[in-house]
């Protein structure tokens, strides 16, 4: 079974735009993201889903991964076509904008799905902090979802989680960490506090906002 995680990312945030290329540890936001990624046990290659036309994006994460794009706001096409381009027989989704996803946790989650599931995660019920999510799916029920949910492309694997077709696991925390915590970047305050936790100071339009 190849393994692709498809990592999404796009620069139009409507609440911090080009977050995912604002410095961080050393690179980037989607840097830290793919490096990351990258080291997540049982993965075959790490895919960053980025739109049509975002050539400073595209730039940036071929860096450290290959690149495949698809439209902007339906995000389950994305994820069909960087699916079919790059040969993945099971999927795992990770978003752009979490630089301290956990290989580790990752690579549990992917254990558990190779254990019979079509898709597992760590998001419902939610025990983990946002910014930690993972989710796991065959190809067969991405398939399913790219030509039945007409509703919401845009977050992908919501057919997939509510349809009793397909048989679904997931993963508990284990960890005393609550899970109303945020390890993800989706506001400039966000991005201030993940700077402060890799030990640095945010990048410089934002420290003088």
């Not at 139009?12 to 080009?18: A, E, H, T, V, Y």
């Not at 996803?101 to 254990?115: M, N, Q, R, Y």
Request: charged share 25%.
């Amino acid at each position: 079974m190849r393994t692709v995680c498809i990592v999404q990312a796009r620069m139009g945030s409507k609440r911090l735009p080009g977050k995912v290329i604002l410095p961080l540890n050393g690179h980037t936001v989607i840097g830290e993201v793919l490096t990351r990624c990258k080291r997540i046990p049982g993965v075959d290659e790490v895919v960053c889903a980025i739109p049509l036309g975002e050539s400073e994006l595209r730039q940036e994460a071929e860096k450290y991964c290959r690149v495949s794009a698809g439209p902007e706001d339906d995000v389950l096409t994305r994820y069909w076509i960087a699916a079919e381009c790059f040969d993945a027989d099971a999927i795992m989704r990770i978003t752009g904008d979490c630089p301290l996803i956990s290989p580790e946790l990752c690579g549990t989650v992917l254990k558990t799905f190779k254990c019979g599931s079509g898709y597992t995660s760590n998001i419902k019920p939610r025990s983990f902090p946002k910014g930690l999510d993972c989710e796991v799916f065959t190809k067969t029920a991405l398939f399913i979802a790219y030509n039945e949910d007409d509703e919401d492309r845009e977050h992908v694997t919501t057919f997939i989680r509510s349809s009793p077709d397909i048989y679904r696991t997931h993963v508990e925390n284990p960890w005393p960490i609550a899970p109303e915590g945020r390890l993800c970047i989706d506001t400039e305050d966000d991005y201030r506090s993940i700077c402060a936790a890799f030990g640095h100071a945010p990048y410089e339009r934002l420290r003088a906002a």
